[in-house]
């Protein structure tokens, strides 16, 4: 307070005073707008997809589990995630091995290709799958003179899943490898560790937090995939009909119970990869 303010008298003092800022109204609609905005989008369609499922009791929805087509086509989506992931982890981490680790010509083109699926729409992804293994695709007339079918198979079904689930493993390891740098590794050489125990013993823990997230998002996509598997398949139930597919048929046969039953499914599957990803995230320390 400077010596002319104490002159002041009281009131006019208090009115120099400063006062307190008032509710910030637009932030407070913005925030009730964006609420409203995923309730609406989110929230309650996910809601109706539980109050669906369950509306006449646990017993339908139990009785609904036990469909030989509803089994089949949990057990196909489970096929898919078993071959989908082991594939793009092994190329993930190779890719990422080679790309965080050496500086060559076409790098940055090879990180664009890694990258292209997710730029591409899955039923242009399941279109190039067919133009090239189809009946007159590219390979199409050398595939059929070796009795081998690729389109509305499962071949097919596994090129669409690893096709779109490709790039989460490599995109997660590569900053993780980045940042890790190459010490501790030259170290290990130096003392006489080969590639491989490099690998298993140095490189490996360092990235683990890292692989197990591009494992689980790769996991995720693999088994909700529809775009891409709805054009290669053919969606023949009890034969080419994964999961998301058995929620579209059974919705279009008027089989509603039956849809919203499976679609609980992945509702769940998305929750618990939800889960997961917070955990990870929380021990790797970042947010994606």
């Known amino acids: 307070m400077t010596q002319n303010d104490s002159k002041l008298p009281p009131r006019l003092h208090s009115r120099n005073q400063k ?87 076409g790098r940055t083109l090879i990180l664009s290709i890694i990258d292209l699926p997710f730029s591409i729409s899955p039923v242009v992804a399941g279109l190039m799958i067919v133009l090239l293994y189809g009946r007159q695709g590219w390979f199409g007339t050398a595939l059929e003179a070796n009795n081998i079918k690729i389109i509305f198979a499962f071949p097919g079904m596994v090129l669409a899943s690893a096709f779109v689930s490709l790039p989460f493993v490599a995109r997660e390891v590569i900053p993780v490898l980045e940042e890790i740098g190459k010490d501790q590794e030259e170290a290990a050489k130096i003392l006489g560790a080969n590639n491989w125990q490099i690998f298993w013993r140095v490189t490996l823990p360092s990235i683990r937090w890292g692989l197990l997230y591009g494992l689980i998002l790769t996991n995720a996509r693999a088994m909700g995939e529809f775009g891409a598997v709805s054009v290669v398949s053919g969606n023949i139930a009890n034969k080419t009909q994964s999961l998301p597919l058995f929620v579209e048929e059974a919705y ?37």
């Open 19 to 105: 006062r307190p800022l008032p509710r910030n109204w637009v932030s407070i609609f913005l925030i009730g707008l964006a609420v409203l905005y995923v309730a609406l989008v989110l929230y309650i369609p996910a809601a109706n997809v539980f109050f669906q499922a369950f509306q006449k009791g646990v017993g339908p929805f139990l009785s609904n589990l036990t469909r030989s087509d509803f089994l089949n086509a949990i057990r196909l989506t489970l096929l898919l995630a078993l071959i989908a992931v082991p594939v793009n982890t092994i190329f993930g981490l190779c890719a990422a091995w080679a790309i965080a680790r050496h500086k060559f010509p």
């Open 252 to 288: 279009k046969q008027y089989e509603t119970e039956a849809a919203y039953s499976a679609a609980v499914l992945l509702a769940l599957l998305a929750v618990v990869t939800l889960v997961l990803k917070e955990i990870l995230e929380r021990k790797t320390g970042k947010k994606v």
